[in-house]
């Protein structure tokens, strides 16, 4: 049986926000320290070439490139608590053998939601997508994609993921029933919530053994004024 996720306190609210920041602090001083051995790296790469020790450039451009690849697989946005919790849940979906994607366009303007709603919302759509997946017969993996509309007026935030339509049912009666599957129920409503919350309009559709959930959020971005 799953366990009714608790909800938040307040203080509990405050220190998941205080992680975030820290994690992304963490995140951008191994680039500035990258970037500060760089400079060495690029006087050592030039008195090689005046050597002709190709071999030994290469193996320091070798090394740059893992050095940048790291930190680049914990970059996904430039919005601070999104890419920890982006960064998180990828992590997370790694442990499970999950395959999960990010199509990120900026910029995004969210200034006008409230940050832990937008991580609620975001969290309980990727929790939900990755425990589908976990469950679908034929997995093709979880694409969660985020863009500014074409006007600049809304934010649009899309899921997609496999599932299977006979776990699906289950979960749906399960759900009423308060067993299996009623943290997924509790996460869909609390997303509800918050897209009432801002006058947002949320789409569902299945199909072909894929499930897509779009987020339609009015922001004031100040495009085409």
């Known amino acids: 049986m799953m ?8 203080d509990e609210s405050v220190k998941m926000k205080e992680k975030y920041y820290q994690e992304l602090e963490e995140l951008h001083e191994q680039y500035d320290t990258f970037l500060h051995d760089l400079k060495h790296t690029m006087r050592a790469i030039a008195a090689l070439a005046g050597e ?20 680049e697989q914990n970059i996904i946005c430039s919005h601070k608590i999104l890419n920890a919790l ?31 709603d937008l991580c609620t919302l975001v969290g309980n759509v990727l929790d939900n997508a990755i425990e589908a997946e976990e469950q679908a017969a034929e997995p ?8 500014m509309s074409r006007e600049g007026h809304h934010i649009i935030i899309q899921v997609e993921n496999s599932y299977s339509e006979k776990n699906s049912e289950n979960q749906d009666k399960n759900t009423e029933t308060g067993r299996i599957g009623a943290k997924h129920g509790i996460g ?3 997303v ?11 789409d569902e559709a299945k199909e072909d053994g894929r499930f897509r959930i779009k987020m339609i959020l009015p922001v004031q971005s100040g495009w085409g004024s």
């Not at 002709?52 to 930190?71: F, K, P, Q």
């Not at 093709?140 to 863009?147: A, N, Q």
């Open 3 to 10: 366990e009714k996720p608790k909800s938040l306190s307040r």
């Open 52 to 71: 002709g020790a190709n071999d030994e450039i290469i193996n320091l451009i070798d090394g740059l490139r893992v050095s940048l690849s790291r930190i």
């Open 86 to 116: 982006f960064t998180e849940r990828k992590s997370y979906a790694d442990e499970k053998e999950v395959i999960l994607e990010f199509d990120i366009t900026e910029p995004l303007y969210l200034q006008d939601i409230e940050d832990m």
């Open 140 to 147: 093709e993996g979880i694409l969660f994609s985020m863009r």
């Open 188 to 190: 869909m409503r609390s």
């Open 192 to 202: 509800r919530k918050i897209v009432k919350k801002y006058g947002g309009m949320i």
